[in-house]
């Protein structure tokens, strides 16, 4: 590529490659999963990008598949909800918009900080998710509550379209197979595997 390419042609293409992969999400990763057990299954959801991208580690929400920072610079603000001129609600109703392309779900904020999950592998949300000094002090039965009741979980499978009308892409199994697995998953003990 380099032979056929002149300098500045190929730099161009290689600066913009490597910003959107300072956001790619991790979740390119657990797509490739073979192994059926429930806890993948669970895992190919709790990876994919309509999750995690309300669950970073840093400050900012992200967006899209290739999970960019969120527009007009939203930050977390005070207690998740965004900054008292912005607040995430603002924006952000109680369903989707179809004409704004504006997701929405009750209660839309961004995960704390300790929730935080983008970056980290499918092993290591899955011991954040059960650690109670991380989790809201979160026990099993309310983790299973939360992950198959919860408002902004499920709206990962309802995720209407974005600004250009496009529907967002959902997670990779369907929401029934998503619940059964989280079903399976704790009924069997909650096991993390080994990485
Ligand atoms: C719009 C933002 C948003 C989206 C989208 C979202 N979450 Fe959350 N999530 C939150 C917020 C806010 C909390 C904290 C709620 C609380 O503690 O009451 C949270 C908390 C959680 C918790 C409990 C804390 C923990 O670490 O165990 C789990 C589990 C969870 N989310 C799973 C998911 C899954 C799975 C998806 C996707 C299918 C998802 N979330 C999508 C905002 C979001
Ligand atoms: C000024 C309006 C506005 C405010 C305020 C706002 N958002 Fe957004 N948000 C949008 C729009 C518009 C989109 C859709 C962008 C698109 O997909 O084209 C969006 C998309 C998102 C997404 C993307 C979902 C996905 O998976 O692609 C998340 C997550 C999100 N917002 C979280 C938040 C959080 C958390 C806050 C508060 C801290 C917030 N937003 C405040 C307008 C806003």
Redesign the pocket.
């Known amino acids: 590529m380099t032979l056929l390419v002149a300098g500045g042609t190929l730099m161009t293409i290689s600066a913009s490659r490597s910003k959107v992969s300072d956001y790619s999400s991790i979740a390119s990763a657990s797509k490739a999963i073979s192994e059926d057990t429930p806890f993948n299954k669970m895992m190919q959801?709790?990876t994919?990008e309509?999750?995690v991208?309300?669950?970073p580690t840093d400050n900012i929400p992200k967006q899209g598949n290739d999970s960019h920072p969120h527009y007009f610079g939203m930050m977390r603000g005070e207690e998740?909800l965004g900054f008292a001129a912005t607040k995430c609600t603002t924006c952000h109703q109680t369903e989707n918009n179809a004409y704004s392309g504006v997701p929405g779900?009750p209660?839309?904020?961004?995960?704390?900080k300790s929730?935080g999950w983008q970056g980290l592998n499918k092993y290591e949300i899955a011991e954040?998710?059960l650690d109670k000094t991380?989790?809201?002090n979160?026990s099993h039965s309310e983790?299973i509550h939360?992950?198959t009741q919860?408002s902004?979980?499920l709206?990962?499978f309802e995720p209407g379209v974005d600004q250009e009308g496009i529907p967002r892409e959902k997670?990779p199994i369907s929401e029934a197979a998503y619940k059964a697995a989280v079903l399976a998953w704790f009924e069997n003990g909650a096991v993390v595997p080994e990485e």
Do not use: I, T
């Open positions: 959801v709790l994919h309509r999750c991208n309300c669950h998740n779900a209660h839309w904020s961004l995960a704390p929730m954040a998710m991380k989790n809201g979160r983790l939360h992950l919860d902004l979980v709206w990962a997670p």
